[in-house]
């Protein structure tokens, strides 16, 4: 999943399902995956809260409901269904960082930043909620607060492609372009056409002037996504 390969993930998680293991382990990576593959329908057909759930478990099948159908544009069945999660577990990771999310989406970054603050009192080594963090310190235009958020997810998960990119952002913002770059090769190495990249690899070279090849590096984006907007 954190691979960017959301496909295999449903078939491992979906796997694990069947073998027997804890659905609080595998309910919200499953729904994760699905809504990376744009499943929404299908998120609301599989993931159910039954009678033997604990409260955890609620919240956090309710939370990926929620993020299903405010994705399909039922943004006050999403609302409900998440602050149905929240009164069944207000300090849970999930439930917290979809709220953030939420609060992200109708601009209202200052309630954002303190949704992801009470996600990661919960778990302070929430790879999930570092990055949450560093991408609202980055649209409130606090760069070193945001690089240094960016910097504590990298720590954690010293591999994982999208604290890169999130960092690469950061230090683009910052005109710290070389150390951006150095993290757009290190992604371009494992995925070197994956659209983020290209777009990132642009935006440097739009920077510094070098306007042929950062065109050349959009083009490639819109190859992939036709409807990215830059």
Do not use: C
């Not at 006050?76 to 999310?101: D, H, T, Y």
């Not at 230090?171 to 371009?188: K, T």
């Amino acid at each position: 999943l954190r691979n960017n390969d959301p496909a295999a993930a449903e078939k491992e998680l979906r796997r694990a399902s069947a073998l027997g293991v804890a659905k609080i382990e595998w309910a919200v990576p499953l729904g994760k995956a699905m809504l990376m593959q744009g499943k929404t329908k299908e998120v609301l057909k599989t993931l159910k809260v039954e009678a033997g759930d604990d409260a955890a478990t609620k919240a956090d099948v309710l939370i990926t409901l929620g993020s299903a159908q405010m994705i399909d544009g039922k943004r006050e069945e999403g609302r409900k269904l998440m602050l149905e999660a929240q009164s069944l577990n207000p300090g849970g990771v999930e439930v917290n960082l979809a709220l953030a999310r939420l609060a992200q989406f109708e601009q209202n970054l200052p309630q954002s930043l303190s949704y992801v603050e009470t996600a990661l009192k919960t778990d302070p080594k929430s790879y999930d909620a570092w990055m949450g963090k560093g991408d609202v310190l980055a649209k409130q235009g606090k760069l070193p607060e945001a690089k240094a958020a960016f910097q504590t997810a990298i720590d954690l998960d010293p591999n994982n492609v999208f604290g890169r990119l999130g960092r690469a952002g950061v230090l683009i913002d910052a005109n710290e372009l070389d150390a951006a770059m150095n993290d757009i090769n290190f992604v371009a190495q494992q995925f070197p056409n994956f659209p983020m990249v290209n777009y990132l690899r642009g935006k440097v070279l739009f920077k510094q002037k070098k306007l042929d090849q950062a065109q050349e590096a959009l083009q490639e984006v819109l190859k992939r996504e036709p409807n990215h907007l830059f």
